[in-house]
Structures are given as C-alpha cells and as structure tokens.
C-alpha cells in the first residue's frame, strides 16, 4: 500500500477477504465466529500516559489457563487471528511468550501491538518468528513530544527507539516476513517532531508510520470521546507533505484522518448506520476473562457480553444477551468517532444488497480486522 491520507476505517474493509465469512455473518451471526480476536493479556503497563484509554482498570493479568481453553476452542471454531493489545502493555504479562506459543500450535496468526520499552532483544528474537506483525506506540519524535504523550522521561524514549532498532535487525538477520511499524497519536501539530518521527522510523528500518487522531476523554461528547480539531486540522497541513513524499518501497507513512465532515467544518452528525455490523468480526477477551463486543469499551459492564471464568466462548457468541446486542447498539448514540468498523457499518447500512465480495487489492494481513 503507498504512501497515503486513508480513511479512518479502510482497514475494516479487509473482512471482504472473507466472502463466505461475511455472508454467514450477516445472515446467522448466532453460529458464525468473527475472523479476528483481540486479547488483553493484562492491565498492568510501563507507560504514563496522560490520555490513557483505560486508566483505571487496576492491575490484571489473565489467567493462563482460561486463555490456553479459550485458543483451542475459537481456533476450532474458525477465528483466524489473534492481536494483542491493551488494555496495559502486553508483553508484561509473564507468561507473554507462552501465549503466542499457544496460539500458534493451533494455527493462529498472532499480531502485537506495543509500547516497546519491554521488547527486548531476548524476547523479540523468541516472539517475531511467529508473529505476523508487530506495531509500535512511538507517538513522539523527540524525548520532549514522548514525555508529553507517554509521561516518560528521555531514558525511555531511547530504550524504545534501541528496541525498535534492534527488533528490525532480528527481523533481517533472520530474514523474516514480519511487518514491523508505529504509530503515532497527534496530540500537538508539531511539524518539526513530526519531520523527526518519520526520519527516526525511516532509519530504524521500519515498514510504515502511521499518525492518528488521538482521542481525548470527553464525557459529554457520544461515546466518551472527542478530538481537539483545531490540532488535527493543522496536523494535517503538516503531514500532507510528508505523506506525499516517496521514501521507495521499503518504508510508508499514512495519516489516518477523521472524516471530511469533521475536518472541513466541525463536528457534524455524519453517522448513517443505526447498526454495528462490525462486531460480528472480531471481538475482545479483556485481562478479567471476559469477552467485549467492543474493543474501544472494555471493561465496560454495558458492553459484556459474558464470562469465559464461567461459559464457553462457544456459548456467550450463540447467547441472547450477544444476539440482542446485535440489535440495540446503535452507532449514533453509543460509539466514538472515528471507531476503525465504521466505513463497514456504514457500506452495510448503506449498499447491503450491492456489496462485492472481494478482498481490497494489496491490503497486508487480512486476518486482522
């Protein structure tokens, strides 16, 4: 994929790699299981970050166990990836590498997405050999913008940068095919820090930089969440040019921008789509051992949709509580902006009976919705 400003919610659009999946989705959700599953292998984390989307879910780790039952049972049931993610940091849940182990042994592709300070060199030459991707919190190029967006002093910003630096070298030393990236949450329009992040990813070796909007908590705003427009309006500006440079094939950089109505001239109601069709591809299991219809609102009661401590995934995906809730979240009045299912909630609400079946041309990792 070049080098390019993309919807915020392109990504989503992979499900169609999956034609018989989607047809089954959307005509027996009861029996059908999603393609991607997201798992919190706990709550505990490294980083201070003052944006935290999940501040106060204390210090979980799940149960080894539960998760070892819960692989077997989803990859028999025709899940087809797992991605790891927070929730807190991933790899700091002590049986981390066990647990790509596990999902491998049963044919699962296994993605990572991390803050990187504990990446070391000894785990990442264990992990990326069975991992499909792995991408990077970078959200700084300077010590000055990483302390701002990760509360960590200078110290932390370059043991991430030496393991992102030493992960890409394990990567070519072993010749592996895993995609290595970063992401970057805009909570300044810094053009400088953001000139520096794409030559300190360019540099490491890194496949892509991606910048994002960063969500801000905002209790009055649907679905909790807000973005200061003013700054991503000027980000913008400024990544304009970088995204339209050519850095050859080895490296990209993308800017996933909110939507034109938003950018253009302020936060409109633009949502369409009265259902979540989404959730019916992927879904949670959050460090507490239970399974989320929402990977933005975990640990939130309302989104539960039962206790795998309890029930089998089998049975909380085919329950009346995950069937109802089919049909009473509505986008409109519960989701954030910017939610990644959103371009395929509203390509169903809009074109159900005129969607092609087919796979977006050169989109990477398909299993990971």
Known sequence: MPNAIIAPTIASHKVFAHPERVRSALLNPRHTPPITLDVDPTTSCNSHCPNCTFPDTGRMFLDFDLYK???????????????????????????????????????????LITNGLAFSREIAERALPMLSWVRFSLD?????????????????????????????????????????????????????????????????GLDYLQ??????????????????????????????????????????VYFTRLCPQMMDSGPLEYRQSQTCFGQRFTTSLAADGRLYACCHYKYDPDFELGNLHFDSFETIWGSERRMAFLKVLDPRKRCLQVCKLEGLNELFWAKMDEIEFQAPLNYPDPNFI
């Open 211 to 252: 910048f994002k909007p960063m969500q801000i908590h905002d209790l009055s705003s649907v679905g909790g969440y807000s973005y200061n427009l003013p700054v991503i309006r000027e980000a913008e500006k400024y990544l304009r040019p970088l995204v339209s440079q050519n850095y050859g094939e080895a490296f990209n």
């Open 69 to 111: 039952r819960t692989v077997e049972e989803v990859s028999r049931l025709g899940i087809k990836a797992i991605t790891f993610t927070g929730g807190g940091e991933p790899t700091l849940h002590p049986r981390f590498l066990e647990m790509i182990e596990t999902a491998k042994a049963y044919g699962l592709e296994v993605g």
């Open 140 to 204: 700084a190029g300077s010590p000055e913008m990483y302390r701002k967006t990760h509360g960590l002093n200078e110290i932390a910003f370059v043991k991430l940068t030496e393991n992102i630096a030493s992960a890409v070298k394990i990567k070519r030393d072993q010749k592996l095919n895993t995609r290595l990236g970063a992401s970057y949450l805009i909570l300044e329009a810094d053009q400088a820090d953001f000139r520096k992040a794409v030559e300190l990813g360019q540099a490491a």
